[in-house]
């Protein structure tokens, strides 16, 4: 089965032996990729919604690994179970991939690592896991066809990040690998965009675009 190139970056950055919970899991794809990499990884596919649970049955049947990809129906961290270690929330937004975490605050307390791909508010992501027991990790930038995602491991434990860390990411702004430039000129843009639309009287708003897109501006134009 074809796997996208955003999905299977996720898929590498799994532990070996882990015991992974993939939250919205769709078609199951990303499980059935972390099952066939034989790196010893027990995949429990799980989404709030019985038709795409189906569909990930029907391609887990498919590919005949019914006896090591469970699936399970439930809202968020519901099908969570002591055996696991790993929790994965990728593709959904970061206002929902908080809200998710809020309403299991007893899972956020035991599992260990978290893996996660929002596809925007990302700061707030960090802002929320790290004042609630994890510390980042790991991040690493994909590109898939036109766009580059983020993913952002988080380990239990405690780290102080700055302002800048939490914006850009406190490994990303460390590195600065090959797509950070890329990514950030982007974000750039669109708050330039942004700011061309914002009313006048959003004042608060604006002066915060401002100040991010400066924040942008010293980090990808040295
Ligand atoms: C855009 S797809 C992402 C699929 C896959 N994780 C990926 O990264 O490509 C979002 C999936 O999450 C499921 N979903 C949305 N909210 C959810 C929640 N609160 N709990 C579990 N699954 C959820 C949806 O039913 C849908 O199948």
């Known amino acids: 089965m074809k796997i996208n190139d955003r999905l299977k970056k996720i898929g590498d950055l799994v532990e070996s032996n882990s015991v992974c919970l993939d939250v919205g899991c769709d078609h199951a794809l990303l499980d059935i990729y972390l099952v066939k990499q034989k790196k010893n990884i027990k995949a429990i596919a799980s989404d709030i919604a019985e038709g795409p649970l189906e569909q990930a049955k029907n391609n887990i049947k ?5 006896g ?8 968020g961290l519901t099908t969570y179970s002591d055996d696991i270690n790993t929790i994965i929330i990728s593709g959904m937004g970061g206002r929902s991939i908080i809200g998710i975490c809020k309403d299991s605050p007893k899972v956020l307390k035991k599992v260990k690592t978290l893996i996660l791909s929002p596809n925007n508010y990302q700061e707030d992501v960090k802002r929320y896991l790290c004042k609630n027991g994890f510390y980042i990790d790991n991040e690493q930038f994909v590109r898939d066809k036109r766009f580059i995602y983020q993913i952002i491991i988080f380990k239990k434990g405690k780290k102080k990040y700055n302002k800048k860390e939490y914006f850009f990411g406190p490994i990303f702004i460390k590195n600065k690998g090959p797509l950070f430039r890329e990514y950030y000129e982007k974000e750039k843009k669109s708050r330039e965009i942004l700011l061309t639309l914002l009313p006048k009287n959003f004042r608060y708003k604006r002066y915060q675009t401002r100040k991010e897109i400066e924040m942008i501006k010293n980090e990808i134009e040295d």
């Open 62 to 66: 498919r590919e005949r690994l019914d």
């Open 68 to 75: 090591e990809i469970e699936t399970r129906l439930g809202p």
